[in-house]
């Protein structure tokens, strides 16, 4: 099955809180993104959001430009019409295929690009974080940490270390920020995340 059907056939037939990902509010990924940008009006991107409650807390932040990307048009239709928000750009698009006319302040990315196993897939993304993220930029990206699941949504991923990761991204950014965290799931079990937040330096 190709990674597009998987993820319409995963939206279409889980409940929206009974996939491992559900956050009832996505503290971590909010909480850094308040940090990392002072101005409600910075262009920012969510990659692979899903039905995810990222933008309605970015909205209810009084953010005003905001796009979301996601390859399931179905995730994406919920979302639209659950925030009611013109201001919300939505692009249905697999990550590795997408090209955008403007460049981002913040790119979040919370368990996306640790489905991308391919050396020349994990390339390409980095490449797109170069083009499309303003130099002093913010790249938010959360993976499974080292010690974390196998798999994800019943897909090979590729886990990640702060040190992995910041040597993938090291060329054109400098990591200001790594930790990891436990999600809780709603089955009660505990996924290793690492995040970390880089700066573009050109
Ligand atoms: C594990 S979920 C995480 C959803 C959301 N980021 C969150 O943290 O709640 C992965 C999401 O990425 C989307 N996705 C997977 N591969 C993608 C790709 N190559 N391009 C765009 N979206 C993708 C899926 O449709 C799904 O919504």
């Not at 909205?59 to 996601?70: A, E, G, K, M, P």
């Not at 994406?76 to 090209?99: A, C, G």
């Not at 991204?169 to 200001?176: A, R």
Request: aromatic content about 12%; glycine content about 4%; some cysteine.
């Amino acid at each position: 099955m190709n990674s597009k059907l998987h993820w319409e056939n995963i939206y279409k037939t889980k409940e929206i809180d009974g996939v491992s990902w559900y956050q009832e509010t996505p503290t971590d990924s909010l909480d850094l993104i308040k940090r990392f940008s002072n101005n409600k009006k910075d262009k920012i991107i969510d990659i692979g959001c899903g039905k995810g409650f990222l933008v309605d807390n970015l909205i209810n932040s009084n953010y005003q430009n905001i796009t979301l990307v996601d390859i399931s048009a179905n995730a994406l239709e919920e979302v639209k019409t659950r925030v009611k928000n013109e201001n919300v750009n939505y692009i249905e698009s697999n990550v590795l295929d997408f090209s955008l006319n403007s460049k981002f302040d913040i790119w979040h990315d919370r368990a996306v690009f640790h489905f991308i196993t391919d050396k020349k897939g994990i390339e390409k993304y980095i490449s797109l974080c170069n083009k499309y993220i303003h130099k002093d930029g913010v790249l938010i990206i959360g993976a499974f940490a080292e010690d974390g699941p196998l798999k994800c949504s019943g897909l090979e991923i590729k886990r990640y270390s702060i040190k992995n990761l910041e040597t993938l991204f090291s060329k054109n950014f400098e990591l200001v920020e790594g930790f990891k965290m436990s999600h809780k799931t709603p089955f009660d079990t505990q996924q290793k995340f690492t995040f970390c937040v880089f700066r573009k330096t050109y």
